[in-house]
């Protein structure tokens, strides 16, 4: 897919203010990054995403409009209602979607005054006229203190570098820059934030902008945009090389597409941050991710292999080094008023566009900034073994053990491959003898005896009332050489349960397939072709009859 790049230069076009994307006034400049990246949207809302688990019902679109020729776009996608247009706005964070406690808990990080003092800088396209006041309701919403200009935490320059003199509005980029802000605050409450806001979308103004960010002191800058590489991206590894400080860049949100990676996330100076699936689980790490599907990967043309990068696919440099969080199904809380109407300001946002600013969050607090650092300390990681972006056959678009394209090496387990002490391996070893271990079997070996034997006569005749059981728990997927698994855990009410039943299908649109019985928890569908998406739901039946669903998950068998 890959457009061309090239060197059609476009008439200026008029900004649209509207929903979506970039768009604007095109730059002279020798430059550009992009090329292609018109490619790229097409492959877009496909069957991707793994797991809807906190958005059933629901879709999700880009949030920037389609670039031209030259210019870059951002990496942001926000839920929308099932019409796959319609923003899901609400009046309130919306329900299950990620917030501090979380990035905190899922990657280990210290939270507290770690990194107070330093500064973010986060790099995009036009001006968000709201983007202090917007942080300022986020931060008040999820409970840290005021960052504005006025207590000197934020600052707002333009693409030279002054507080005034902002570009035009544009209110796709201004979402994006809600975003980044609000995503690298809360990975990092105690950080500074700098936004720089470049002229347009165009790749040579976005340069520009990263060395204004440099040039004011960025700890760690993060650019969730990019194009699909073109030949003139060696043009731009100037404006991406600052020695001391961390660049970060999101991977794309078109999964694997077959040819290009995007710049400048393939850069040979910047951390290509790469997305995942995150969900709560029962592992002693209390979270699993696997590859969201949107992930951009692939091998460069035009930049060079690093010496640290030893994976074989790529002669020249692999997207992605690391990941994060990115499945807008899995997505952040964002409090964006900017082309608001009505109140309901807050929506779920993902895309890599979340991922590049936590990562530049956590190079803030760890105090690192070459790209090498990571690949020196992987232990430092969580390796991502499952999931898929694309059709290639390899790990270029399939996770596997160690490196592969979607997620690079992982993604942080604290501060310790991105310059911070790494977390302690007590915590892991304690962790799961007290708590997952010892007491699972306590509570399965005890159940059945003491309810089933017991309860069931009674309950066929007592139950039906209307105790039906409610949905089954923490609904997961994961693709194995045998077909694609899903697991479940059991509802939180409904003992004894008889059976579980378990659909599959389209997203949202299962329909029965099998019946296991009560004490299990796992079931795999062998009959899964290879390369397919499939949804699944289970629901628990007691006496009483079948409960309601849980959760949509998904997978792409790929093993
Ligand atoms: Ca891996």
């Known amino acids: 897919m890959a457009s061309t790049g090239g060197d059609t230069r476009r008439a200026p076009v008029p900004i649209p203010t509207s929903v979506t994307r970039f768009s604007l006034l095109r730059r002279p400049a020798t430059v550009v990054l992009a090329t292609a990246l018109a490619a790229a949207t097409a492959l877009a809302v496909p069957q991707a995403d793994a ?4 958005s059933p019902g629901k879709s999700h679109k880009k ?7 030259k210019r870059a776009e951002c990496h942001a996608e926000v839920i929308t209602k099932a019409d796959g247009v319609t923003p899901d706005a609400s009046t309130s964070r919306p329900s299950g979607s990620y917030g501090p406690a979380d990035l905190k808990s899922a990657y280990a990080l210290p939270g507290g005054a770690a990194g107070s003092g330093k500064t973010i800088a986060i790099v995009d396209s036009f001006d968000n006229p709201n983007a202090e006041s917007d942080l300022g309701a986020y931060r008040s919403a999820v409970g840290l203190p005021a960052c504005t200009t006025a207590n000197g935490c934020f600052r707002k320059v333009n693409q030279a570098g002054n507080a005034g003199g902002y570009p035009s509005g544009n209110v796709g980029w201004g979402g994006e820059i809600d975003l980044d802000l609000q995503a690298a605050s809360a990975t990092c409450p105690a950080c500074k934030l700098l936004l720089v806001e470049a002229n347009d ?14 040039r004011l002191g960025a700890a760690a800058i993060s650019n969730s945009y990019g194009a699909n590489e073109a030949s003139d991206v060696p043009n731009y590894e100037s404006d991406y090389n600052h020695p001391g400080i961390a660049v970060t860049a999101s991977s794309g949100d078109d ?17 290509g941050v790469g997305g995942t699936h995150l969900v709560r689980s029962s592992a002693a790490r209390g979270w699993t991710e696997t590859v969201w599907s949107g992930a951009g990967s ?4 035009y930049i060079s292999k690093p010496t640290w990068q030893k994976d074989t696919g790529c002669s020249k440099k692999t997207v992605a080094d690391v990941a994060a969080v990115a499945d807008p199904n899995t997505g952040f809380g964002v409090y964006d008023s900017y082309g608001s109407s009505g109140g309901a300001n807050w929506y779920q946002y993902g895309g890599t566009s979340l991922a590049s600013p936590i990562v530049a969050a956590i190079f803030t607090m760890g105090g690192a900034s070459d790209p090498s650092y990571p690949y020196a300390h992987r232990t430092s990681l969580n390796d991502v073994v499952s999931g898929s972006n694309g059709n290639c056959g390899n790990y270029i678009c399939n996770a596997t053990t160690g490196y592969d394209g979607p997620t690079g090496l992982g993604t942080p387990n604290g501060l310790g491959a991105f310059g911070g002490a790494a977390v302690t391996p007590t915590t892991t070893t304690t962790r799961p003898p007290a708590t997952t271990t010892t007491t699972r079997p306590a509570t399965t070996t005890t159940r059945p005896p003491a309810t089933t034997t017991t309860t069931r006569p009674a309950t066929t005749t007592t139950v039906p009332a209307g105790a039906k059981p409610s949905a089954p728990q923490n609904a997961r997927v994961t693709s194995t050489t045998g077909g694609i698994t899903i697991c479940w855990s059991p509802p939180a009410s409904g003992a004894p349960i008889l059976s579980y039943k378990v659909y599959r299908g389209g997203w949202g649109s299962e329909t029965y397939f099998a019946t296991v019985s009560g004490s299990t928890t796992c079931y795999t569908d062998a009959s899964a072709p290879m390369w397919t998406w499939f949804y699944y739901r289970v ?6 009859g079948e409960g309601p669903p849980s959760a949509d998950v998904g997978a792409n068998r790929s093993a």
Request: glycine content about 12%; some cysteine.
């Open 51 to 54: 797991g809807a688990a906190l």
């Open 298 to 301: 692939g091998c460069s043309s």
């Open 255 to 271: 999964g694997y597409d077959g040819s290009t990676p995007s710049y400048p996330a393939s850069s040979r100076y910047v951390t």
């Open 539 to 544: 629901t628990a039946v007691n006496g009483a």
């Open 201 to 214: 979308d165009f790749s040579d103004s976005l340069a520009a902008g990263v060395d204004t960010a440099a």
């Open 63 to 69: 949030v920037c409009a389609k670039p031209k020729a």
